[in-house]
């Protein structure tokens, strides 16, 4: 059973476009979000987070937005740029508790 | 160097024999995790130690796996009697648990192939 989803395995965006990419949940327990960005043969590294009690938090290309009434967060990156291919993981997690759950990742691929 | 550090980056083992896995975690961190991403699979957590409390192994998918932290800093995941799906990366991640937050930093893996 997968609490946190990324349907999209793939994306592929223009250099200099907005690139969105999505993550959907189904534990309504979840209270806070990160989004962690992944280089080949490197480990994750975190990009940005959002808590429940925000709709949107910004941080310079970065933007991330939480509708939790639908149980759907996304990145926005604008614009794109090529070192932002990567592979793109949401991760959840409820209260204090540390553990983080994971969705599959969507790889990015900006073209030039 | 200031990050988590992992070795070895790759180890390719026969079926049935014992790997070691070695983790470095950030100075001063006081949690680490240890998670293992399948091909095309999210990361999968198995393993927490956070200062001396007793770790939380809830995630090792069988007994087969075992991990230790000594002196609260260095890391061993251990595999007994590898299997094929145990191919995988292994990650570990640090973080500084009185920080508020929830980031966790990422060595660059161990990449384990059981032939």
């Known amino acids: 059973d997968q609490q946190v989803k990324q349907n999209s395995p793939s994306l592929s965006v223009q250099e200099g476009r907005i690139s969105i990419l999505n993550c959907d949940y189904t534990?309504?327990?979840?209270?806070?979000f990160l989004w962690y960005k992944k280089y080949p043969a490197e480990g994750p590294t975190f990009l940005i987070s959002?808590?429940?009690i925000k709709d949107k938090n910004e941080d310079g290309r970065f933007t991330v937005f939480l509708n939790k009434s639908a149980k759907h967060l996304s990145l926005h990156i604008v614009p794109s740029q090529p070192g932002d291919s990567a592979v793109y993981f949401c991760?959840?997690?409820?209260?204090?508790?540390?553990?983080?759950?994971w969705g599959a990742g969507t790889k990015l691929i900006i073209k030039p | 160097g200031a990050g988590v550090s992992q070795s070895p980056s790759n180890k390719v083992t026969e079926k049935g024999k014992d790997v070691e896995l070695r983790c470095d975690p950030i100075s001063g961190h006081t949690a680490l995790y240890w998670y293992r991403q399948s091909l095309g699979q999210g990361l999968e957590f198995l393993i927490y130690f956070q200062g001396n409390s007793a770790p939380d192994k809830s995630g090792l998918p069988s007994d087969r796996f075992s991990a230790e932290r000594t002196g609260g800093s260095v890391s061993t995941l251990t595999i007994q009697r590898t299997q094929q799906e145990d191919s995988a990366v292994y990650l570990c991640?640090?973080?500084?648990?009185?920080?508020?937050?929830?980031?966790?930093?990422f060595g660059p893996g161990t990449r384990l192939t059981v032939t």
């Open positions: 991760a959840a997690s409820v209260g204090s508790n540390y553990q983080l759950i």
């Open positions: 991640a640090s973080s500084f648990m009185d920080s508020g937050t929830y980031e966790q930093y």
């Open positions: 959002i808590s429940s």
């Open positions: 534990n309504s327990m979840f209270d806070y």
